[in-house]
């Protein structure tokens, strides 16, 4: 890239940064440092603010640089994301939403607990969610590796590590002075920028083909090399039985990971009322669907316009697909108009970067005291040293993600996710849906939940092809590949609801049946929820 690149890209991302730390200070200037305030935002905000919110907690780097790349590299088949992505979220409006808003109080394992013996839940839901936030937080450090690759043109080590450090800083310190007031505020800020700049890209690459879609899909399988069979099914997924299997299985993640996802969950506890937690879930829905339907048309534009050869020679993964579609759609290189639009590309793919990773930091940085420390601590810690620790375990897992996401480097950011979303869907939801519907539910089966997704699906990634075994790995040298999948769940997740089942049945502890009827009671009604 050039230095005008370069130059104007870094500027805009500089106001950016600029903006959000001076939000981050002003929360910082007004919290009263209470739990209720940093974890939930004193449950202040309206169902639009917070729909917003969710959206940007969402709509990540794997959204905007990864689905847009398997899209350019693989057609039919990168919309497999898409559609998993968007789908999920009617889990969550049907499922989850109001009855975690009723139940819970700042994390995941506040519902389960209600109705368990807490230090056991606890412990194993945080764990569980502090390892679901780590992988996603990979995720966003490999996207960020990534783009600054491109922007300053340089794919040394050095150069990528220097940006996962910074956007590690950033996030640290929007998390420790800001809590969620601040990163909620940040993630509307972002959702917006970033929902605008889909907005213009999409316009511009229909105005390029005079709105005439047919013509756009036919010039990407052109382009492509792979004629029709780039706008059918099987490319990426179609190569055998295991490439089939793991489509079933990216699909179950994708579509049941949502509902386990801790950072999503929490923002749920940041409304008043659970009416207005299914209100925010429905503005999500449509911020979050239109945004997808756009991504399609920028996922084929970039294979059209810039080539799938050109986009895998940048990055081999096509996380910087959208970078070069905005480049070209300017007028190119060196271009004025391919200048600007670049670099306000770039600047609000780094403010994703930077949002997801601040509201990602604060949900597990939650689990980590509010549930692990303050299980394992006697006496039960107060609520000030409560969030003291938060602010402490987002320093550890920043530096946790920060050295992960250098490992993961040339990994995609969307397959990265997917196999965050198998972990969260495997361990998180059963254990979830089983609290909530479950009337015979035991502690000894919450636990058992909980482990038994968890384990295996990180054993099976540990044994995939991610890891070991072939030239894509983390570790090409070595070969301990056992299991042919690259996503785990379609194993994972039916053993962890197979895990909490034989835990219950299993166990001599009588059901609680007044606390299950006051759990319902409360997730239906309201009634006691904090």
């Known amino acids: 890239m050039t230095g005008q690149h370069q130059t104007l890209a870094l500027l805009l991302f500089s106001v950016f940064v600029a903006v959000t730390l001076g939000i981050t200070t002003w929360v910082s200037r007004r919290r009263h ?47 497999l994301y898409v559609v998993g992505f968007l789908v999920a979220w009617l889990v969550v409006l049907f499922l989850v939403a109001e009855l975690v808003r009723n139940c819970g109080r700042f994390t995941l394992a506040d519902v389960i607990a209600a109705r368990m013996r807490e230090r056991p839940v606890r412990i194993a839901v945080g764990t569980s969610s502090v390892t679901v936030s780590v992988l996603y937080l990979v995720a966003q450090m ?8 491109l922007l300053l043109g340089r794919t040394s080590q050095a150069a990528q ?56 899909l036919l010039t990407a399988a052109e382009r492509s090399g792979h004629g029709q069979a780039f706008l059918a099914p099987g490319l990426k997924y179609g190569g055998g039985w295991s490439a089939r299997l793991d489509f079933i299985s990216l699909g179950l993640a994708l579509v049941l990971g949502t509902a386990g996802l801790p950072h999503i969950l929490s923002r749920f506890y940041t409304v008043p009322t659970a009416r207005a937690a299914r209100r925010s879930v429905v503005w999500s829905i449509g911020l979050i669907g239109g945004f997808y339907l756009m991504t399609i ?15 895998r ?67 039960r810690a107060r609520p000030r040293s409560e969030v003291a620790v938060a602010r402490t375990a987002a320093v550890g897992i920043g530096v946790l993600a920060i050295a992960l996401g250098l490992l993961a480097r040339d990994l ?31 502690t000894r089966g919450a636990v058992w939940a909980v482990y038994g997704g968890l384990v295996p699906a990180l054993g099976l990634v540990v044994l995939s092809p991610v890891v070991s075994g072939s030239p894509g ?45 006051e759990t319902e009671v409360r997730s239906l009604t309201g009634a006691g929820a904090v």
């Open 313 to 379: 020679a940048s990055n081999a993964s096509g996380n910087t697909a959208v970078p070069l579609l905005a480049l070209d759609l300017g007028g190119g290189a060196g271009s004025t108009g391919g200048t600007v639009l670049f670099a306000v590309v770039a600047a609000v793919a780094f403010a994703t970067i930077l949002a997801v990773v601040a509201g990602i930091t604060l949900a597990s940085s939650a689990s980590v005291a509010h549930d692990l420390y303050a299980s394992l601590r006697r006496p």
């Open 161 to 216: 590590a220097w940006t996962v450090i910074g956007v590690g800083a950033l996030m640290v310190i929007y998390v420790s002075l800001g809590g969620m007031r601040a990163t909620t505020w940040i993630q509307i800020v972002k959702a917006v920028l970033l929902l605008s700049g889909t907005v213009v890209l999409t316009v511009l690459v229909l105005l390029r083909f005079h709105g005439d879609i047919d013509r756009l």
């Open 412 to 442: 995609n950011t969307a397959f990265l996710v997917g196999l965050a979303f198998a972990v969260a869907a495997s361990a998180n939801l059963p254990v979830l849906l089983y609290s909530l519907f479950w009337r015979g539910f035991t």
């Open 33 to 79: 440092g209470s739990a209720e305030e940093f974890y939930a935002g004193g449950r202040l905000f309206s169902p639009m603010e917070n729909g917003f919110a969710i959206s940007g907690d969402y709509m990540s780097a794997a959204s905007f640089l990864g689905v847009t790349g398997l899209i350019a590299l693989f057609g039919y088949d990168g919309l």
């Open 473 to 517: 790995s983390l570790f090409p040298g070595v070969d301990f590949q056992y299991f042919p999948l690259q996503n785990p769940g379609i194993v994972s997740i039916p053993l962890g609801f197979l895990a909490g089942w034989l835990g219950t049945v299993t166990s001599d502890e009588v059901p609680d049946e007044g606390r299950h009827a």
């Open 142 to 149: 490999v996207g960020a590796g990534s783009l600054v690759a």
């Open 297 to 311: 048309v920028l996922g084929f534009g970039a294979a059209a316009l810039v080539g799938p050869d050109t986009v």
